[in-house]
């Protein structure tokens, strides 16, 4: 079993699952439910945005996070080091430029001057300095340690520059700090309230905290000495919605601006709205079935690949999700440079199916898919269920709490279980942690040297057509032996109000509220 460290984490990165919807709560927000979808009147208060959440935010200190919802508030309170735009190119935030040294080891960042912190207190190498050792004390147990781990030490150069040497070259570092990882909080601030910063958090982001009732409603303000353009918002209010409906009832009445969120089957619902404006864009996740390779029937590779053939992603995406996913079939998703675009998703294939379950050697093959309780993920995995059958597998579909599921696939507990991933800007928080052997995610335990050597070696290796073709093996190899049988990637979708400006849709799924305002 891996240690509690490593499990923890993961857990609840991959909580932003397509596959699951949560349950309805009897939060303050959701007392609106019974609003229909009759338009909204005319906006009197341009001076307040109203953010409709999936769900309420429990963590506020972004170097404990570890649920993606949090994500969304930290936009508006917290800047990072870099930043990502739509094409994932990265940018310049608190940091103005960046050298990385020949030997891949050594990152030198020259850092925004006039930055301060909500608190006053001036934002400096010092204080990114502090940000790094906090996040590496060990018994701080911030999540963000396993990102950046391979950080050696951080030296201050002057108050504005700042080196972080690394134990080894690691490409996907930016890539981390344009998470939750490169958010800078206020040293001041941290030492003051210590465990309770979370209910006070300090950033240096265009809004500051005010308040937070929870599963009711969390209010920034805007921070009028923001080093960035000024916010046209004034207040920003994100209100939880654990219930799909109740989300997108509440926008088209006008309780809500914008959602981050909504079921695939509420596209066309949203589509008619007249006073509702919709935005869609690649994301960087995937969605699928992982197979335990050391259990029977999976243990067999030609039954994996029988999996892998019959099942019909163009059928699953139209019935399940609206087509409102794209087919997938590796962990790289159209979104992402080391996507192989000529390796196309093929039709399903019912006698190469029958044929490579004949070569298997295995009669009668039966196994158990554990999937999280929600209405969609019973259609997916009752589809799925007839199209093995057609094959000659026998399935039976258990369903279990979502985070028994997660514990049963971490212990090794299960044959085939309904998981997927949120997805990161940088390929390898898409593949390493997920497919080398030992890795943190590989809970099918897999292992091939071939791909350990790949992935390893793509995560050393600064120039990006050279990892692309590195990442081009890794797609083939692991469709070959199908310890994960990748079924679609998810789309984001963003609805809004029609006379909401500003919204610049980025395929990390963030809503950026700075830009944002009102007609």
């Not at 932003?16 to 979808?37: G, N, P, R």
């Not at 001076?47 to 508006?76: C, E, W, Y």
């Not at 990385?100 to 990152?107: P, R």
């Not at 019973?378 to 269920?385: E, G, N, P, T």
Request: one cysteine or more; aromatic letters at 10%.
């Amino acid at each position: 079993m891996k240690t509690l460290q490593k499990v923890i984490l993961p857990m609840f990165f991959v909580i932003i699952l397509v596959f699951t919807t949560a349950c309805s709560s009897q939060s303050s927000s959701d007392e609106s439910s019974k609003a229909s979808d009759k338009p909204a009147p005319a906006r009197t208060d341009k001076n307040k945005l109203v953010i409709g959440l999936d769900s309420d935010p429990p963590q506020m200190d972004p170097h404990l996070s570890t649920a993606a919802v949090d994500r969304q508030v930290f936009q508006s309170i917290f800047n990072t080091l870099v930043d990502v735009d739509k094409n994932l190119n990265f940018v310049p935030e608190l940091a103005t430029s960046w050298k990385i040294s020949d030997d891949g080891k050594t990152y030198t960042f020259k850092l925004r001057q006039g930055v301060v912190f909500h608190d006053g207190t001036p934002f400096n190498a010092e204080a990114v300095k502090f940000n790094f050792e906090r996040m590496l004390d060990p018994k701080f147990g911030s999540p963000r340690l396993s990102e950046i781990n391979l950080i050696d030490n951080v030296k201050v150069i002057d108050d504005y520059t700042v080196e972080i040497h690394l134990k080894e070259p690691y490409s996907p570092f930016l890539s981390v700090l344009s998470d939750r990882a490169g958010m800078m909080v206020s040293p001041t601030a941290v030492k003051k309230e210590g465990k309770d910063f979370s209910n006070h958090p300090v950033g240096t982001g265009p809004y500051k905290f005010v308040s937070h009732v929870k599963q009711g409603d969390l209010v920034v303000e805007r921070f009028d000495k923001y080093w960035g353009d000024k916010p046209k918002i004034k207040t920003v209010v994100y209100k939880p919605f654990t219930d799909g409906n109740t989300r997108i009832t509440n926008l088209i009445s006008g309780n809500v601006d914008i959602v981050n969120q909504f079921d695939y089957k509420d596209i066309d619902r949203v589509k008619k709205a007249s006073n509702v404006k919709m935005d869609v864009t690649e994301s960087l996740g995937f969605q699928g079935l992982q197979l335990n390779t050391k259990v029977a029937p999976f243990d067999n590779k030609k039954v994996r690949q029988a999996v892998n053939v019959a099942i019909d992603r163009q059928a699953i995406a139209k019935v399940v999700f609206h087509n409102g996913v794209t087919p997938g079939n590796s962990p790289f998703p159209g979104s992402s440079w080391a996507h192989l675009d000529d390796f196309k998703v093929p039709k399903a294939d019912v006698e190469k199916a029958k044929q490579l379950l004949q070569e298997s050697g295995v009669t009668q093959p039966s196994f158990t898919l554990k999937i999280a309780s929600s209405p969609q993920t019973q259609q997916l995995a009752q589809m799925i269920q007839s199209m093995l059958q057609q094959v000659g597998f026998k399935v039976k579909i258990e369903m279990v709490e979502f985070g028994t599921l997660l514990e049963q696939t971490d212990n090794g507990d299960f044959q085939a279980a309904a998981v997927g991933w949120s997805g990161r800007v940088d390929p390898d928080g898409n593949a390493y942690a997920w497919f080398s052997t030992g890795g943190t995610l590989n809970y099918m335990q897999y292992s091939n040297p071939k791909i350990d050597q790949l992935l390893k070696q793509a995560r050393t290796i600064s120039d990006q057509n050279q990892r692309k073709q590195l990442y081009d093996q890794v797609t083939k190899i692991l469709w070959d032996d199908a310890p994960y049988i990748f079924l679609y990637y998810p789309k984001d979708y963003k609805a809004m109000k029609s006379d909401l400006n500003g919204f610049v849709h980025v395929p990390d799924t963030m809503i950026r509220t700075e830009g944002l305002s009102f007609k």
